[in-house]
């Protein structure tokens, strides 16, 4: 599976958009580019996801740069729920397991 | 709540023995996915099925693993000869594929401690 880089942790204050970058310089044409959080003592939960085009849904948008090498997931205003580790995951068309590596810690202060 | 129940949720036992997890998916869907998180990690995958069959294993699987899913719904785990290297978080997850990408839903996972 391609690989992805994130930041270990990032901080942002309560009612302000967050911004969380991922890199994936190896992704393949058929990788598509997926994100899940968790929560504390929770299983991982879907956020978003994308191929070329930018993504919107009610809890996240999804920006993806147009080389397809980068991507930010965007809360357009954070609470203090959505303070989780957050995972970028390339995940081939005809794949089917979910490849995590160590996320980002978003900490989300009021 | 996302609908996937897993049972128990946490599971203390001594090394040697054998325990067994049982995850029940959101009922339609038909593919059902078994990970192992450690603490700090991000999960890593194990096994899944699509409806009864058995589709892939990592090789995280060793021998002492082993999965099931009679009948394409519920399935279970079982760790035989627990070793205190299989303490870990076990999650399971379901989907309902069609077409080419859809979203895997987690349950709230089965924390083992063996001592």
């Known amino acids: 599976d391609a690989k992805t880089t994130q930041p270990n942790s990032m901080e942002s204050n309560e009612e302000e958009p967050v911004h969380l970058p991922c890199n994936h310089s190896t992704i393949s044409g058929t990788d598509y580019i997926h994100w899940y959080r968790q929560l504390p003592s929770q299983g991982p939960e879907y956020v978003i996801h994308?191929?070329?085009s930018n993504v919107n849904n009610r809890m996240a948008s999804l920006a993806i740069a147009e080389d397809r090498k980068s991507s930010t997931l965007i809360l357009h205003r954070a609470t203090l729920r959505d303070a989780a580790v957050y995972y970028c995951?390339?995940?081939?068309?005809?794949?089917?397991?979910?490849?995590f590596g160590e996320g980002t810690q978003l900490t989300v202060n009021p | 709540d996302t609908g996937v129940s897993q049972n128990p949720r946490h599971k203390i036992t001594k090394r040697g023995q054998n325990v067994t997890f049982r995850c029940d998916p959101i009922s339609e869907h038909n593919r059902l996915y078994w990970y192992r998180q450690t603490l700090g990690q991000g999960p890593e995958f194990l096994t899944y099925f699509q409806n009864e069959a058995q589709l892939e294993k990592s090789r995280l699987l060793s021998d002492r693993f082993s999965a099931e899913r009679p009948k394409g719904s519920f399935s279970t785990l079982e760790i035989q000869r627990t070793e205190q290297g299989d303490s870990a978080m076990y999650l399971c997850?379901?989907?309902?594929?069609?077409?080419?990408?859809?979203?895997?839903?987690f349950g709230p996972g089965t924390r083992l401690t063996v001592t």
């Open positions: 995951i390339l995940k081939e068309t005809s794949g089917s397991r979910l490849t």
């Open positions: 997850a379901s989907s309902l594929a069609r077409g080419s990408n859809y979203e895997q839903y």
């Open positions: 994308g191929l070329t």
